[in-house]
């Protein structure tokens, strides 16, 4: 397996020449206070040295090792600790944290790129510093000031961690079901009381402390979503002068033996009347989780192209250099008993599907970073609820598509590898193992698709997609001279246009049958998605043109040839999922129970 090495060429051009994010942070005085191209530069290359020096080589050991569990205590993977610590001596934690209680104040459009390495680099040991991250991001969005003053600058500077606690047992996707129950105590404390499983990095030897943030309903709450209320619940009690006090009443009753990331521990954690803390309002908790939803959504996505990237590189480096049969044109390298396997037509099919996917996908999630920080910088009222609206519309398609395009990705990762992808040695297997759980946890990718269609499309009209759709529409108005973009501007015109006539088509059809959301969604989903990388790679394509000309690095001119497979070979998937999207329910939903 080829060394991860952090992909900062790339990271650098998205940032910089697709996006200019240098003249985004500008015209936000709040991210303009603390950062500045050369010092996005500077972290950058540091967060690129932590990847590819400190957590990639623990990646695979952290595989094979796992955590382990012992009478309710958690010891990371050997080295996790000590990465853990290099965490915490950089602030990386607190990045994009709030400056007011110690963050760096980072944009997203600059974290999200440490985030895609740290992923790509080590995705079970990434997900502490994101969920830490998230828990952060819910607690300074909803926390009292009091609460905020307490704990937010131990979990910025990383010395605490965070775990999110919303699944139970028997309630995953629909949490309006929990059963763990707040008890309000006279000392306006309450007493947290239920079973959580699956929580990622519940337990733990990297911190002195974690920070859960729980989900649990009040005595004589109201049934289901609306009666559900968010808690913080240290593991150990924090004293006045913020020192740690007695541990908490809660403990870790087992983690699970799983199919990929295994270096991460995956908890079940038993609440028994535990100390927890009144997050935002009473009944109010499952916004406040979204709050952290959202941030880890986009998270997930980016831990698909992250490990798509670490993928990518393995098999370029492979397909270079293994040797097998000649290429149909004739020998290439004659000297050799075969050519590599780079000549083969199919062999380049996969290779260039991973790189539409890796580069496009990264610059789809540097997009959809470039809304948040709109929406959380901007101080102009439009320009911010414009892009809440983006970020809404855009979350769940960056979560679900990036994730499943990341595994598709590895899949071909693995395939270009052959039996040898399949051998653990070359670490293919892997990422195609780690890489799974990204479509799974988070909201299943088949919700992602439902919150799309239901919730943002049909739920808002189909305003928010309009918003999407115009800023297409006036990148294809102000490039119709450009004469680079020629081969992508038609293509593109005529995939918005398709996507315009499906979400009319849904948009109709949703008031009638109930069942045209659900049948429609995830290929909705996908259809978006595709439409959404084209436009990214018509964006890369423009930047590139403007450096192709004397190219000797292949940098610039890779990336229009690369423009030109995913408009010619990926894009027509979209003809398929719009006709099959047209087809309706109806073959869905005709087999009775008993005919499966
Ligand atoms: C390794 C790992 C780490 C995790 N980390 C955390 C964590 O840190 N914190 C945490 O709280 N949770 C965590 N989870 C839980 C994860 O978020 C849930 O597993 C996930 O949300 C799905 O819930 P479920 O497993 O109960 O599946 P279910 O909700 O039972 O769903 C089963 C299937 O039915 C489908 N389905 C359900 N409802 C609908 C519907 N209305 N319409 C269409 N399809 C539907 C789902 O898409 C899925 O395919 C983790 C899980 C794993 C495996």
């Known amino acids: 397996m080829a060394d991860y090495q952090a992909p900062l060429r790339d990271i650098r051009f998205v940032l910089n020449e697709v996006f200019d994010a240098p ?54 993977p050997e080295g996790f600790k000590e990465a853990y610590q290099t965490i915490v001596e950089g602030g990386w934690n607190g990045l994009g944290g709030n400056p007011d209680f110690g963050g760096m104040g980072m944009p997203k459009t600059l974290v999200a790129q440490f985030e895609e390495m740290m992923q790509g680099a080590n995705m079970a040991f990434g997900l502490a510093p994101m969920l830490t991250a998230g828990a952060c991001l819910a607690l300074d969005a909803h926390g009292s000031q009091e609460l905020k003053e307490k ?3 131990n979990m910025y500077s990383g010395v605490w961690s965070g775990a ?16 763990t129950k707040a008890e309000p105590n006279a000392d306006g404390s309450f007493s947290v009381t239920g079973t959580k499983i699956f929580i990622t990095w519940g337990e733990h030897d990297m911190a002195e402390n974690i920070i859960h ?23 150990f009690l924090v004293n006045e002068d913020g020192s740690l006090g007695e541990r908490n009443a809660f403990s870790c009753g087992s983690i699970e ?48 192209i992250g490990a798509a990237e670490a993928s990518l590189q393995s098999a370029r480096e492979y397909a270079l250099d293994r040797i097998q049969s ?24 996969m290779l260039l599907t991973m790189k539409s996917y890796v580069e496009g996908g990264r610059a789809f999630s540097t997009y959809v970073a ?7 910088f901007a101080e102009d009222d439009d320009r911010r609820r414009h892009a809440e609206g983006m970020v809404a519309l855009l979350t769940p398609v960056a979560k679900a598509f990036l994730t499943d395009r990341g595994l598709e990705a590895c899949i071909f990762g693995q395939q270009v590898f052959g039996g040898h992808g399949f051998i653990r040695e070359w670490g293919q297997e892997q990422l195609v193992r780690d890489c799974r759980i990204t479509q799974i946890y988070e909201g299943t990718n088949g919700i992602q698709a439902l919150d799309l269609m239901g919730r943002k499309v049909v739920g808002s009209q189909g305003k928010l997609y309009e918003l999407f759709a115009h800023d297409v529409a006036s990148f294809l108005e102000s490039n119709q001279d450009n004469a680079a973009l020629k081969p992508f501007l038609e293509p593109l015109a005529a995939a918005v246009e398709r996507l315009d006539d499906v979400t009319e088509h849904v948009l109709a059809q949703a008031g009638d049958n109930p069942d045209a959301v659900g049948a429609a969604s995830v290929d909705y989903l996908d259809l978006f998605g595709y439409t959404a990388l084209a436009y990214m790679w018509a964006r890369i394509a423009g930047a590139a043109a403007k450096q192709a000309e004397g190219d000797s690095s292949g940098f610039y001119t890779g990336k229009l040839k690369t423009a030109r497979f995913y408009y010619e070979r990926l894009l027509p998937k979209t003809v398929s999922l719009a006709e099959g999207i047209r087809s309706g329910s109806g073959s869905l939903m005709a087999l009775a129970a008993g005919e499966f």
């Open 370 to 376: 470039q809304w948040l920080d709109i929406a959380k």
């Open 257 to 304: 033996k799983k199919m990929g990331i295994k270096g991460s521990a995956t908890c079940v954690m038993n609440f028994d009347g535990a100390k927890g803390w009144l997050v935002g309002e009473e009944n109010k908790g499952l916004a406040a989780m979204f709050t952290m939803m959202n941030y880890e959504r986009l998270g997930v996505g980016i831990q698909g």
């Open 151 to 153: 704990y937010l600058p």
């Open 23 to 76: 003249s985004l942070w500008a015209s936000l005085p709040k991210v303009a206070e603390h950062v500045d191209p050369e010092t996005a530069d500077a972290i950058l290359e540091e967060a690129g040295k932590i990847a590819s020096g400190v957590l990639a080589p623990l990646n695979r050991e952290g595989d094979e090792e796992g955590s382990h569990w012992n009478d309710g205590e958690v010891t990371a």
């Open 326 to 349: 000649r290429a149909p044109t004739g020998a290439q390298q004659p000297e050799k008993a075969a050519d590599p396997i780079i000549v083969h037509p199919d062999v380049r099919r």
């Open 164 to 179: 999110m606690d919303l699944t139970e047992p028997h309630a995953g996707t629909d949490l309006g079901i929990i059963r």
């Open 213 to 235: 943030l729980v989900l649990a309903k009040l005595p004589d709450a109201p049934k289901g979503p609306k009666g559900i209320s968010l808690f913080l619940v240290p593991k």
